[in-house]
């Protein structure tokens, strides 16, 4: 699709712009770096700088002023990018209203997701949901629940979900599902006959923690009010597999998701310790989309799909 734009220019010369030159603009200027842009584009980082070279030599302006590791807009390119978002935000609003028009769920949708809802939870639903539209090509960002939050309101994910409600202005939240953490420790000599332990004692064990931001901690920091900097922590393990690793290789003791232990309990190579005075600890998870954006058709369906009880035998996941 082409976008003929013409300015009154000198001596009345006319330019005709690609749309795909002002999407590859737009996303430059706002992931702020050719690099990230390009990732973003699924492109080679050479051939967005030639769109962007190939921009600049048909306006006869440079778009950004280029440092070591910094590029910040010109004036030219503040102008063109305010009038190339509206164009592409149109572009998309056309698409949205002729592919609901039509009934039409193709497409690609991007979803980023905590570790617990990405790992566990995700992959059944979304294989179901392939099933039903077959056209839609999905992709998941596993982070923790912050990085979820951030992606969804920078709109590089279509929609997010979270093992820690969120507080940040600007998103939707609905429930998703829900599971239960437990304290896991290795079924070894050590802990095989170890039925309970006290908050106190399990301060001083061996722990491996979840990363800052990540949902299942902070769902256990806030049930026993204490920061596990007030426990001997001996590792900090981005994954929920990682800890499981480490758990397995006898580093000590750790908080986790049941979802992601059962099979390791069932097995015999975990086991679960009950924390006196505390009870079960259930966190929930959440779906995230920014309030801002209008959702795709895709995400729609998928929203629909995975948070509604389903009419065909399909049931959401909660």
Not at 276 to 296: D, M, T, Y
Request: proline share 5%; net charge neutral; charged share 25%.
């Amino acid at each position: 699709m082409l976008f003929s734009f013409r300015p009154s220019w000198p001596n009345g010369w006319r330019m005709r712009l690609d749309l795909n030159l002002i999407e590859v603009f737009c996303c430059v200027y706002e992931e702020q770096s050719f690099s990230r842009a390009a990732q973003r584009l699924r492109l080679s980082q050479p051939t967005v700088s030639g769109h962007i070279k190939n921009l600049e030599t048909y306006i006869g302006a440079r778009l950004f002023d280029r440092q070591p590791r910094l590029i910040t807009p010109t004036r030219a390119g503040e102008i063109l990018y305010r009038h190339g978002r509206i164009i592409l935000d149109e572009k998309e609003a056309a698409t949205r209203a002729l592919h609901k028009l039509l009934n039409k769920i193709e497409g690609s949708l991007t979803i980023a997701a905590s570790t617990i809802p990405g790992e566990f939870l995700l992959p059944v639903v979304i294989a179901s949901f392939h099933a039903r539209f077959p056209s839609v090509k999905v992709e998941i960002r596993i982070s923790d629940s912050v990085k979820v939050c951030e992606e969804v309101l920078s709109g590089k994910a279509e929609i997010g979900f979270t093992g820690a409600k969120p507080d940040a202005l600007g998103l939707e939240v609905k429930p998703f599902a829900s599971d239960d953490l437990a304290l896991v420790a290795p079924n070894d000599n050590e802990w095989r006959d170890v039925k309970a332990l006290s908050i106190d004692a399990l301060a001083q064990k061996p722990f491996i923690a979840r990363e800052p931001g990540s949902g299942t901690r902070l769902a256990f920091e806030k049930r026993i009010g204490r920061s596990l900097d007030q426990f001997n922590v001996v590792g900090c393990f981005g994954s929920t597999n990682a800890v499981k690793e480490a758990l397995r290789a006898g580093l000590g003791v750790s908080v986790l998701s049941l979802l992601s232990v059962n099979r390791d309990i069932q097995a015999g190579c975990l086991k679960a310790v009950e924390i006196e005075g505390v009870g079960v600890i259930r966190r929930e998870f959440f779906s995230v989309l920014n309030k801002k954006l209008a959702p795709s058709p895709v995400v729609e369906a998928f929203v629909e799909f995975a948070l509604n009880p389903a009419t065909d035998g399909e049931a959401a996941v909660v």
